[in-house]
């Protein structure tokens, strides 16, 4: 039977679209939890409100594929875009068909393997940081031996699994408990022990545990909702700045969220999962998945470009964290911060390219601060897009984020839609 939309959210009534919107109690989205995931209804209210028909709808920030699932609960064929391995297989598995009795024998001979492999962590984790398995660095380590030794016999077992979108849908079911038997938790913007991990460890059991758990959450999701009014999807992998640029068709809506100039790095937050699945083989791996980013953070060193013209706002916000550099955590979050809408401007300029005529964006972003300065995102995006000739439709304030430890935590900061035409 079809599973329309209403029946996939369940009817649920939620209090603002932005994101952080409870979305994990959805079926699909709960795969992994993805704090900065918005609700599927933002995108429903886009198409409802579209000018024009939508065809085709592209979200080039897919991060856990939000955009593109609604998008088959609405029959609108989806594009999406994303940087980072783990994320767009965890988006593509999503949006995959599947056939569930071989989702069960496929997952009964993964099992099966991985309790026949040798020894293979050495092989499997070779060029992994140290702190990754057990004995560590300076005494610490994310997973114990033992665990560390259970993950790599099933990623020697995914092998054997022939069927592509099996064994890619056991690998992000995979990543989806990788934290829950590791000895750190993920806050804030990056990783931290969790309390009394040396007392407290987890074991193989726990692992195998989660593991089939959340293989059985994911084949319920799928017999309930995997019926759903399209099924076909294009995923397309990498620095959504330069793919917007490659010729493709044209869509009749865009709906994301970039990542905001908070010093949040993607890569760092799905780190474990990124090494852990062997998505990363190497440091140089490491760093160039950074460099492909956004420059929405600090965390490697590379060359910003500079501010665009324009926007007098940017300007006037560059010129203010300039003044106080020296209190800043970072001394070049000035020039990120540039980069920042540098890189926007492209993503915008080739987006637009990409839409037919009377086609609108719809895009979530949230402001920053750094040492008191307010960067208002928003504002400035709105600036930048009409000073490249388009027209600000709507620009309405959702709700207010808590600041990052580094931008001093207490104040809160708004977070906005933001609907272009031209
Ligand atoms: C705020 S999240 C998107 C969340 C999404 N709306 C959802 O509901 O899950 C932003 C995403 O952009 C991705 N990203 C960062 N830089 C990118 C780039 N240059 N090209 C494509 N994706 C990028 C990040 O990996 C992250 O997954």
């Avoid at 875009?81 to 599947?98: C, F, Q, R, T």
Wanted: proline residues 5%; charged residues 25%.
């Amino acid at each position: 039977m079809l599973v329309t939309f209403d029946n996939w959210i369940n009817g649920r009534e939620i209090a603002a679209l932005g994101t952080n919107a409870g979305a994990q109690s959805i079926p699909f989205q709960g795969w992994r939890h993805f704090k900065e995931a918005f609700a599927p209804e933002l995108i429903a209210k886009a198409i409802r409100e579209s000018a024009i028909p939508v065809g085709r709808c592209i979200d080039p920030f897919s991060g856990s594929g939000t955009t593109a699932l609604a998008c088959q609960f609405l029959g609108v064929h989806p594009t999406f875009v994303e940087v980072n391995p783990y994320l767009a297989d965890l988006a593509e598995a999503k949006l995959s068909a599947y056939d569930v009795a071989s989702i069960t024998r496929d997952f009964s001979k993964l099992v099966r393997n991985a309790n026949t492999v040798g020894k293979v962590t050495q092989a499997v984790f070779k060029n992994a940081p140290p702190t990754l398995i057990e004995p560590g660095q300076n005494g610490r380590w994310i997973f114990d031996k033992k665990v560390a030794d259970r993950l790599a016999s099933f990623r020697v077992a995914l092998r054997s699994i022939k069927d592509p979108v099996n064994r890619r849908l056991f690998r992000v079911l995979l990543g989806g408990v990788v934290i829950e038997v590791s000895n750190v938790v993920i806050s804030g913007k990056g990783r931290r022990y969790r309390r009394n991990w040396e007392s407290q460890r987890k074991t193989v059991r726990d692992l195998d545990d989660a593991f089939c758990r959340a293989v059985e959450t994911a084949v319920g999701d799928i017999v309930r909702h995997g019926t759903r009014r399209l099924m076909k999807y294009t995923a397309l992998r990498g620095d959504c700045r330069s793919i917007l640029k490659e010729r493709m068709q044209k869509f009749d809506l865009a709906v994301f969220s970039p990542p905001y100039p908070n010093s949040f790095d993607y890569t760092d937050v799905y780190n474990v999962e990124l090494w852990a699945l062997g998505y990363l083989k190497s440091y140089r791996g490491n760093a160039e998945l950074r460099a492909s980013t956004l420059s929405s953070h600090v965390q490697i060193k590379r060359d910003f470009a500079p501010a665009p013209q324009g926007a007098p706002t940017l300007a006037a916000t560059l010129r203010d964290l300039d003044a106080v550099r020296a209190d800043l955590w970072d001394r070049s979050i000035p020039e990120m911060v540039g980069g920042y809408f540098a890189d926007m401007a492209v993503v915008l300029n080739s987006l637009w390219r990409r839409l037919s005529a009377d086609a609108q964006i719809w895009m979530v972003v949230g402001d920053s601060r750094y040492a008191g300065i307010s960067i208002p995102v928003g504002k400035i995006l709105a600036e930048l897009t009409e000073e490249a000739g388009a027209t600000v439709l709507n620009h309405e304030p959702f709700r207010s984020m808590r600041s990052s430890p580094q931008q001093g935590g207490q104040h809160s900061l708004a977070e906005t839609l933001l609907v272009f035409g031209r």
